[in-house]
Protein backbone atom coordinates (compact mmCIF):
# COMPACT_ATOMS: atom_id res chain seq x y z
CA UNK A 1 0.00 0.00 0.00
CA UNK A 2 3.33 2.19 0.42
CA UNK A 3 5.40 1.26 -2.33
CA UNK A 4 4.50 4.13 -4.35
CA UNK A 5 4.64 6.64 -2.37
CA UNK A 6 7.84 5.38 -1.02
CA UNK A 7 9.53 5.62 -4.65
CA UNK A 8 8.66 9.07 -5.19
CA UNK A 9 9.36 10.66 -1.49
CA UNK A 10 12.38 10.58 0.70
CA UNK A 11 10.90 9.54 3.90
CA UNK A 12 12.05 11.61 6.85
CA UNK A 13 14.21 9.86 9.68
CA UNK A 14 11.44 8.01 12.19
CA UNK A 15 9.28 10.49 14.10
CA UNK A 16 7.10 9.98 16.95
CA UNK A 17 5.15 13.47 16.30
CA UNK A 18 4.46 11.83 12.25
CA UNK A 19 2.36 9.10 14.32
CA UNK A 20 -0.17 11.41 16.31
CA UNK A 21 -2.66 12.00 13.04
CA UNK A 22 -3.08 8.53 13.94
CA UNK A 23 -3.24 8.56 18.02
CA UNK A 24 -5.75 11.78 16.97
CA UNK A 25 -8.05 9.25 15.12
CA UNK A 26 -8.08 6.71 17.43
CA UNK A 27 -8.89 8.97 20.03
CA UNK A 28 -12.46 10.09 18.10
CA UNK A 29 -13.09 7.22 17.37
CA UNK A 30 -12.13 5.35 20.56
CA UNK A 31 -13.42 9.03 22.83
CA UNK A 32 -16.82 8.99 20.84
CA UNK A 33 -17.71 5.05 21.52
CA UNK A 34 -16.95 5.36 25.35
CA UNK A 35 -19.31 8.54 25.50
CA UNK A 36 -21.84 7.35 24.22
CA UNK A 37 -21.50 4.12 25.76
CA UNK A 38 -21.94 6.13 28.77
CA UNK A 39 -25.18 7.30 27.33
CA UNK A 40 -26.57 3.78 26.94
CA UNK A 41 -27.11 4.35 23.19
CA UNK A 42 -26.85 0.77 20.67
CA UNK A 43 -23.99 0.29 19.00
CA UNK A 44 -22.11 3.09 21.19
CA UNK A 45 -18.89 2.77 19.08
CA UNK A 46 -20.65 3.34 15.57
CA UNK A 47 -22.05 6.66 16.36
CA UNK A 48 -19.32 8.54 15.16
CA UNK A 49 -18.35 7.26 11.95
CA UNK A 50 -14.70 6.14 10.82
CA UNK A 51 -14.92 8.00 7.90
CA UNK A 52 -15.50 11.10 9.31
CA UNK A 53 -13.48 10.51 12.75
CA UNK A 54 -10.63 10.03 10.47
CA UNK A 55 -10.71 13.74 8.57
CA UNK A 56 -9.20 16.15 11.52
CA UNK A 57 -6.33 13.27 11.52
CA UNK A 58 -5.81 14.04 7.73
CA UNK A 59 -5.54 17.50 8.34
CA UNK A 60 -3.62 17.54 11.21
CA UNK A 61 -0.95 15.04 9.03
CA UNK A 62 -0.69 18.05 6.19
CA UNK A 63 -0.35 20.37 8.85
CA UNK A 64 2.50 18.16 9.89
CA UNK A 65 4.14 17.42 6.79
CA UNK A 66 7.51 19.62 5.91
CA UNK A 67 6.59 19.84 2.60
CA UNK A 68 4.86 22.65 0.86
CA UNK A 69 1.11 22.21 1.14
CA UNK A 70 0.69 21.35 -2.47
CA UNK A 71 2.80 18.02 -2.09
CA UNK A 72 1.76 16.97 0.72
CA UNK A 73 -1.48 17.05 -0.40
CA UNK A 74 0.80 15.33 -3.96
CA UNK A 75 1.59 12.62 -1.36
CA UNK A 76 -1.90 11.97 -0.24
CA UNK A 77 -3.68 11.66 -3.44
CA UNK A 78 -1.20 9.23 -4.22
CA UNK A 79 -1.19 6.97 -1.43
CA UNK A 80 -5.33 7.09 -2.46
CA UNK A 81 -4.08 5.92 -5.63
CA UNK A 82 -2.20 3.21 -4.99
CA UNK A 83 -2.97 0.16 -6.90
CA UNK A 84 -3.65 -2.08 -3.81
CA UNK A 85 -6.05 0.98 -2.32
CA UNK A 86 -7.92 0.81 -5.69
CA UNK A 87 -8.43 -2.79 -6.10
CA UNK A 88 -8.88 -3.50 -2.50
CA UNK A 89 -12.07 -0.72 -3.37
CA UNK A 90 -13.01 -2.45 -6.50
CA UNK A 91 -13.22 -5.94 -4.60
CA UNK A 92 -15.24 -4.45 -1.91
CA UNK A 93 -17.99 -3.07 -4.71
CA UNK A 94 -18.02 -6.77 -6.35
CA UNK A 95 -17.79 -8.72 -3.30
CA UNK A 96 -21.22 -6.30 -1.76
CA UNK A 97 -22.85 -6.48 -4.95
CA UNK A 98 -22.81 -10.49 -4.87
CA UNK A 99 -24.29 -10.51 -1.46
CA UNK A 100 -27.18 -8.06 -2.18
CA UNK A 101 -27.70 -9.87 -5.45
CA UNK A 102 -27.43 -13.32 -3.47
CA UNK A 103 -29.30 -12.23 -0.68
CA UNK A 104 -32.38 -10.40 -2.66
CA UNK A 105 -32.70 -13.88 -4.54
CA UNK A 106 -33.26 -15.84 -1.73
CA UNK A 107 -30.21 -17.47 -1.58
CA UNK A 108 -29.77 -16.90 2.31
CA UNK A 109 -32.52 -18.32 3.11
CA UNK A 110 -31.92 -21.43 0.69
CA UNK A 111 -28.64 -21.67 2.82
CA UNK A 112 -30.25 -21.31 5.61
CA UNK A 113 -33.59 -24.64 4.97
CA UNK A 114 -30.44 -26.24 3.75
CA UNK A 115 -29.04 -26.20 7.54
CA UNK A 116 -31.67 -26.95 9.30
CA UNK A 117 -32.41 -29.72 7.12
CA UNK A 118 -29.58 -31.20 7.89
CA UNK A 119 -29.27 -30.51 11.74
CA UNK A 120 -29.98 -33.68 14.13
CA UNK A 121 -32.02 -32.85 16.94
CA UNK A 122 -29.81 -33.47 19.54
CA UNK A 123 -27.17 -31.60 17.70
CA UNK A 124 -28.23 -27.94 17.50
CA UNK A 125 -25.32 -26.05 19.15
CA UNK A 126 -22.65 -27.24 16.52
CA UNK A 127 -25.77 -27.66 14.13
CA UNK A 128 -26.23 -23.84 14.70
CA UNK A 129 -22.39 -23.24 14.68
CA UNK A 130 -22.08 -24.82 11.22
CA UNK A 131 -24.89 -23.05 9.17
CA UNK A 132 -23.13 -20.08 10.49
CA UNK A 133 -20.10 -20.59 9.63
CA UNK A 134 -21.26 -21.80 6.01
CA UNK A 135 -23.11 -18.92 5.15
CA UNK A 136 -20.85 -16.46 6.64
CA UNK A 137 -17.56 -18.09 4.27
CA UNK A 138 -20.51 -17.91 1.52
CA UNK A 139 -21.34 -14.51 2.32
CA UNK A 140 -18.34 -12.91 3.19
CA UNK A 141 -20.04 -11.09 6.08
CA UNK A 142 -20.32 -12.14 9.88
CA UNK A 143 -22.89 -9.29 10.69
CA UNK A 144 -24.80 -10.42 7.43
CA UNK A 145 -24.57 -13.95 8.71
CA UNK A 146 -25.76 -12.62 12.10
CA UNK A 147 -28.67 -10.71 10.79
CA UNK A 148 -30.19 -14.10 8.97
CA UNK A 149 -29.40 -16.97 11.73
CA UNK A 150 -30.11 -15.54 15.01
CA UNK A 151 -33.47 -14.80 14.24
CA UNK A 152 -33.94 -18.60 13.48
CA UNK A 153 -31.69 -19.71 16.39
CA UNK A 154 -33.75 -17.74 18.88
CA UNK A 155 -36.79 -19.27 18.02
CA UNK A 156 -34.96 -22.93 17.92
CA UNK A 157 -33.57 -21.98 21.26
CA UNK A 158 -36.59 -20.95 23.14
CA UNK A 159 -38.01 -23.89 21.96
CA UNK A 160 -35.60 -26.56 23.07
CA UNK A 161 -35.01 -24.75 26.11
CA UNK A 162 -31.53 -23.88 25.02
CA UNK A 163 -29.71 -20.73 27.38
CA UNK A 164 -29.97 -17.87 24.95
CA UNK A 165 -26.58 -16.53 25.52
CA UNK A 166 -24.86 -19.93 24.80
CA UNK A 167 -27.07 -19.81 21.64
CA UNK A 168 -26.04 -16.50 20.86
CA UNK A 169 -22.01 -17.21 21.22
CA UNK A 170 -22.36 -19.85 18.96
CA UNK A 171 -23.97 -17.77 16.44
CA UNK A 172 -21.34 -15.61 16.58
CA UNK A 173 -18.58 -18.23 16.64
CA UNK A 174 -19.87 -19.17 13.60
CA UNK A 175 -20.42 -16.07 12.06
CA UNK A 176 -16.56 -14.86 12.99
CA UNK A 177 -15.34 -18.55 11.17
CA UNK A 178 -16.68 -17.97 7.97
CA UNK A 179 -16.01 -14.18 7.92
CA UNK A 180 -12.37 -14.83 8.77
CA UNK A 181 -12.00 -17.51 5.76
CA UNK A 182 -14.52 -16.30 3.62
CA UNK A 183 -12.67 -14.78 -0.14
CA UNK A 184 -15.03 -12.17 -0.29
CA UNK A 185 -14.87 -10.56 3.41
CA UNK A 186 -13.58 -7.30 3.47
CA UNK A 187 -11.50 -8.81 6.38
CA UNK A 188 -9.36 -10.63 3.75
CA UNK A 189 -9.69 -8.36 1.22
CA UNK A 190 -7.85 -5.50 3.45
CA UNK A 191 -5.54 -8.15 4.98
CA UNK A 192 -4.13 -9.73 1.18
CA UNK A 193 -4.01 -6.93 -0.35
CA UNK A 194 -1.95 -4.91 2.02
CA UNK A 195 0.22 -7.44 2.32
CA UNK A 196 0.60 -8.78 -1.20
CA UNK A 197 -0.70 -12.24 -1.30
CA UNK A 198 -3.62 -13.93 -2.98
CA UNK A 199 -6.62 -14.97 -1.28
CA UNK A 200 -6.34 -18.45 -2.04
CA UNK A 201 -2.91 -18.65 -0.30
CA UNK A 202 -4.62 -16.92 2.49
CA UNK A 203 -7.51 -19.25 2.57
CA UNK A 204 -4.61 -22.24 3.26
CA UNK A 205 -2.60 -20.75 5.64
CA UNK A 206 -5.86 -19.64 7.76
CA UNK A 207 -7.26 -23.46 7.53
CA UNK A 208 -4.14 -24.77 9.10
CA UNK A 209 -5.04 -22.01 11.92
CA UNK A 210 -9.30 -22.22 11.77
CA UNK A 211 -10.09 -26.03 11.44
CA UNK A 212 -8.24 -27.25 14.64
CA UNK A 213 -9.96 -24.47 16.41
CA UNK A 214 -13.22 -24.88 14.43
CA UNK A 215 -13.55 -29.02 15.15
CA UNK A 216 -12.29 -28.39 19.13
CA UNK A 217 -15.34 -25.47 19.23
CA UNK A 218 -17.70 -28.65 17.57
CA UNK A 219 -16.65 -31.22 20.45
CA UNK A 220 -17.24 -28.28 23.13
CA UNK A 221 -20.61 -27.89 21.93
CA UNK A 222 -21.38 -31.24 21.41
CA UNK A 223 -20.86 -31.95 25.16
CA UNK A 224 -22.72 -28.98 26.69
CA UNK A 225 -25.76 -30.53 24.66
CA UNK A 226 -28.35 -28.10 25.64
CA UNK A 227 -31.39 -28.92 23.80
CA UNK A 228 -33.32 -31.21 21.92
CA UNK A 229 -35.99 -30.23 19.60
CA UNK A 230 -37.82 -32.10 16.23
CA UNK A 231 -37.01 -28.97 13.46
CA UNK A 232 -39.78 -29.36 11.11
CA UNK A 233 -38.80 -30.21 7.84
CA UNK A 234 -37.46 -27.88 5.32
CA UNK A 235 -37.63 -27.16 1.63
CA UNK A 236 -34.47 -26.80 0.38
CA UNK A 237 -33.77 -25.11 -2.91
CA UNK A 238 -30.36 -26.02 -3.94
CA UNK A 239 -30.51 -24.28 -7.11
CA UNK A 240 -29.91 -21.15 -5.15
CA UNK A 241 -27.55 -22.39 -2.64
CA UNK A 242 -25.51 -22.49 -6.25
CA UNK A 243 -23.76 -19.24 -6.51
CA UNK A 244 -22.53 -19.57 -2.86
CA UNK A 245 -20.64 -23.02 -4.14
CA UNK A 246 -19.50 -21.80 -7.21
CA UNK A 247 -17.99 -19.18 -5.93
CA UNK A 248 -16.57 -20.71 -2.98
CA UNK A 249 -15.11 -23.29 -5.78
CA UNK A 250 -13.78 -20.71 -7.93
CA UNK A 251 -12.11 -18.65 -5.37
CA UNK A 252 -10.15 -21.75 -3.91
CA UNK A 253 -8.64 -22.93 -7.33
CA UNK A 254 -6.88 -19.74 -7.93
CA UNK A 255 -9.14 -17.74 -10.69
CA UNK A 256 -8.82 -13.79 -10.38
CA UNK A 257 -11.36 -12.83 -7.67
CA UNK A 258 -12.64 -10.08 -10.26
CA UNK A 259 -13.83 -12.88 -12.25
CA UNK A 260 -14.88 -15.15 -9.17
CA UNK A 261 -16.76 -12.10 -8.09
CA UNK A 262 -18.26 -11.24 -11.29
CA UNK A 263 -19.57 -14.90 -12.24
CA UNK A 264 -20.94 -15.60 -8.81
CA UNK A 265 -23.14 -12.00 -9.56
CA UNK A 266 -24.48 -13.00 -12.80
CA UNK A 267 -25.32 -16.52 -11.21
CA UNK A 268 -26.86 -15.12 -8.56
CA UNK A 269 -28.85 -13.07 -10.64
CA UNK A 270 -29.69 -15.69 -13.36
CA UNK A 271 -30.97 -18.01 -10.26
CA UNK A 272 -33.49 -15.02 -9.41
CA UNK A 273 -34.16 -15.14 -13.28
CA UNK A 274 -35.17 -18.55 -13.05
CA UNK A 275 -36.71 -18.79 -10.32
CA UNK A 276 -39.06 -16.35 -9.54
CA UNK A 277 -40.04 -12.63 -10.92
CA UNK A 278 -36.89 -10.87 -10.45
CA UNK A 279 -36.79 -8.21 -13.54
CA UNK A 280 -33.31 -6.72 -15.07
CA UNK A 281 -34.09 -3.30 -13.34
CA UNK A 282 -34.19 -5.38 -9.74
CA UNK A 283 -31.44 -7.02 -10.80
CA UNK A 284 -29.06 -3.49 -11.16
CA UNK A 285 -30.66 -2.17 -8.39
CA UNK A 286 -29.70 -4.67 -6.12
CA UNK A 287 -26.32 -4.56 -7.64
CA UNK A 288 -26.46 -0.49 -6.56
CA UNK A 289 -27.41 -1.47 -3.28
CA UNK A 290 -24.49 -3.72 -2.29
CA UNK A 291 -22.37 -1.15 -3.57
CA UNK A 292 -24.18 1.48 -1.38
CA UNK A 293 -23.35 -0.79 1.83
CA UNK A 294 -19.99 -0.74 0.94
CA UNK A 295 -19.91 2.87 1.26
CA UNK A 296 -17.75 3.04 4.60
CA UNK A 297 -14.84 1.06 4.04
CA UNK A 298 -14.73 2.02 0.59
CA UNK A 299 -14.35 5.56 1.62
CA UNK A 300 -11.98 4.67 5.03
CA UNK A 301 -9.79 2.47 2.66
CA UNK A 302 -9.22 5.45 0.69
CA UNK A 303 -8.85 7.95 3.19
CA UNK A 304 -6.25 5.21 5.23
CA UNK A 305 -4.63 4.96 2.58
CA UNK A 306 -3.65 8.98 1.91
CA UNK A 307 -2.87 8.99 5.10
CA UNK A 308 -0.57 6.08 5.53
CA UNK A 309 1.33 8.00 2.76
CA UNK A 310 1.98 10.66 4.78
CA UNK A 311 2.51 9.27 7.72
CA UNK A 312 5.27 7.46 6.08
CA UNK A 313 6.59 10.40 3.82
CA UNK A 314 6.91 11.53 7.53
CA UNK A 315 8.82 8.83 8.99
CA UNK A 316 6.01 7.83 11.63
CA UNK A 317 5.76 4.61 10.05
CA UNK A 318 9.57 3.73 10.70
CA UNK A 319 9.11 5.03 13.94
CA UNK A 320 6.53 2.76 15.18
CA UNK A 321 8.70 -0.26 13.53
CA UNK A 322 11.88 0.89 15.04
CA UNK A 323 10.22 0.64 18.62
CA UNK A 324 8.97 -3.16 17.50
CA UNK A 325 12.61 -3.87 16.10
CA UNK A 326 13.76 -3.23 19.68
CA UNK A 327 11.33 -5.39 21.74
CA UNK A 328 12.16 -8.22 19.02
CA UNK A 329 15.68 -7.95 19.33
CA UNK A 330 15.62 -8.62 23.06
CA UNK A 331 15.18 -12.32 21.79
CA UNK A 332 17.51 -14.54 20.44
CA UNK A 333 18.26 -14.21 16.87
CA UNK A 334 17.11 -17.49 15.72
CA UNK A 335 13.42 -16.85 17.48
CA UNK A 336 12.93 -13.37 15.88
CA UNK A 337 10.64 -14.28 12.75
CA UNK A 338 8.07 -16.28 15.35
CA UNK A 339 8.44 -13.39 17.81
CA UNK A 340 7.78 -11.00 14.97
CA UNK A 341 4.55 -12.95 13.78
CA UNK A 342 3.42 -12.73 17.49
CA UNK A 343 3.91 -8.59 17.09
CA UNK A 344 1.86 -8.33 14.29
CA UNK A 345 -0.68 -10.22 15.83
CA UNK A 346 -0.45 -7.84 19.25
CA UNK A 347 -0.40 -5.03 16.90
CA UNK A 348 -3.78 -5.53 15.11
CA UNK A 349 -5.31 -6.75 18.47
CA UNK A 350 -4.72 -4.12 20.17
CA UNK A 351 -6.02 -1.88 16.87
CA UNK A 352 -8.66 -4.00 17.09
CA UNK A 353 -9.68 -3.18 20.99
CA UNK A 354 -9.52 0.29 20.31
CA UNK A 355 -11.70 0.74 16.88
CA UNK A 356 -13.93 -2.17 17.82
CA UNK A 357 -13.80 -3.14 13.78
CA UNK A 358 -11.23 -6.20 12.47
CA UNK A 359 -11.27 -4.30 9.13
CA UNK A 360 -10.37 -1.01 9.70
CA UNK A 361 -8.08 -2.56 12.29
CA UNK A 362 -6.21 -4.36 9.49
CA UNK A 363 -6.06 -1.72 6.94
CA UNK A 364 -4.60 1.35 9.83
CA UNK A 365 -1.70 -1.84 10.51
CA UNK A 366 -1.74 -3.12 7.27
CA UNK A 367 1.59 -1.07 5.93
CA UNK A 368 3.44 -1.71 9.59
CA UNK A 369 3.10 -5.61 9.48
CA UNK A 370 3.84 -5.16 5.60
CA UNK A 371 7.25 -3.81 7.08
CA UNK A 372 7.66 -6.28 9.76
CA UNK A 373 7.24 -8.77 7.22
CA UNK A 374 9.22 -8.18 4.76
CA UNK A 375 12.29 -7.64 7.48
CA UNK A 376 12.35 -10.76 8.63
CA UNK A 377 11.30 -12.67 5.64
CA UNK A 378 7.97 -13.97 6.74
CA UNK A 379 5.97 -14.94 3.82
CA UNK A 380 2.70 -12.47 2.76
CA UNK A 381 -0.04 -15.29 3.12
CA UNK A 382 1.56 -15.62 6.75
CA UNK A 383 1.49 -12.32 7.73
CA UNK A 384 -2.18 -12.06 6.21
CA UNK A 385 -3.25 -14.69 8.09
CA UNK A 386 -2.21 -13.40 11.19
CA UNK A 387 -3.65 -10.06 10.46
CA UNK A 388 -7.03 -11.69 9.97
CA UNK A 389 -7.29 -14.59 12.72
CA UNK A 390 -5.94 -11.81 15.49
CA UNK A 391 -8.47 -9.36 14.57
CA UNK A 392 -11.27 -11.69 14.20
CA UNK A 393 -10.67 -12.97 17.81
CA UNK A 394 -10.53 -9.70 19.21
CA UNK A 395 -13.92 -8.69 17.18
CA UNK A 396 -15.29 -11.69 18.69
CA UNK A 397 -14.73 -11.08 22.26
CA UNK A 398 -15.20 -7.56 22.93
CA UNK A 399 -18.76 -6.72 24.41
CA UNK A 400 -18.91 -3.41 22.19
CA UNK A 401 -18.47 -5.11 19.04
CA UNK A 402 -20.75 -5.03 16.60
CA UNK A 403 -20.98 -8.48 16.33
CA UNK A 404 -21.77 -8.76 20.09
CA UNK A 405 -24.13 -5.66 19.84
CA UNK A 406 -26.69 -6.88 16.75
CA UNK A 407 -26.66 -10.92 18.42
CA UNK A 408 -27.42 -9.38 21.45
CA UNK A 409 -30.13 -7.14 20.42
CA UNK A 410 -31.77 -10.35 18.91
CA UNK A 411 -31.48 -12.49 21.41
CA UNK A 412 -32.75 -10.12 24.25
CA UNK A 413 -28.95 -10.82 26.48
CA UNK A 414 -26.48 -8.60 27.31
CA UNK A 415 -23.55 -8.61 25.05
CA UNK A 416 -21.20 -9.49 27.56
CA UNK A 417 -22.85 -12.77 28.23
CA UNK A 418 -23.01 -13.17 24.51
CA UNK A 419 -19.03 -12.84 23.83
CA UNK A 420 -18.41 -14.87 26.90
CA UNK A 421 -20.16 -17.52 24.89
CA UNK A 422 -18.70 -17.04 22.23
CA UNK A 423 -15.93 -20.22 22.45
CA UNK A 424 -14.67 -20.09 19.15
CA UNK A 425 -12.81 -16.90 19.41
CA UNK A 426 -11.62 -18.02 22.93
CA UNK A 427 -9.72 -21.50 21.05
CA UNK A 428 -8.77 -19.97 17.95
CA UNK A 429 -6.85 -17.92 20.38
CA UNK A 430 -5.28 -20.36 21.92
CA UNK A 431 -4.71 -22.85 18.69
CA UNK A 432 -2.96 -19.48 17.11
CA UNK A 433 -0.61 -18.67 19.94
CA UNK A 434 0.34 -22.24 20.03
CA UNK A 435 0.95 -22.89 16.48
CA UNK A 436 2.82 -19.47 15.64
CA UNK A 437 5.10 -20.34 18.94
CA UNK A 438 5.72 -23.77 17.72
CA UNK A 439 5.91 -24.22 14.00
CA UNK A 440 8.62 -24.41 11.77
CA UNK A 441 10.14 -21.00 11.85
CA UNK A 442 10.76 -21.18 7.87
CA UNK A 443 7.90 -19.91 5.43
Known amino acids: MNNS ?72 MAGIGHSNIIAM ?76 ALMAGTVISGALFGDNLSIISDTTIAATRTQGCEMKDKFKENIIFALPAAIITLLILTMIGQGHAELANQEVDLFKVLPYLTILILAVSGLNVFVVLTVGILLAGFTGFVSMDYSVSRFANDIFEGFKNMQEIFILSMLVGGLAALMQQQGGLAFLCLKIEKV ?77 LLAASIFTVSPLAAVTNAWYCFVLAIVAVLIVSFRKVTS
Open 5 to 76: VANQQIASSPSLIALFPLFLFLTLFIGAGLYYQQLGVDFAFYQLPSVVAILPAIILALLLSKEKLNQAIETF
Open 89 to 164: CLIYLLAGAFAAVAKATGGVDATVALGLSLIPSDLLLPGFFLIAAFIATAMGTSMGTIAAVAPIALGVSQQADIDL
Open 328 to 404: IAHFAKKQNKRISELGIATLVALTNTCVANNTVAIIVTGNIAKDLAQKHQISPKRSASLLDIFSCIIQGIIPYGAQA
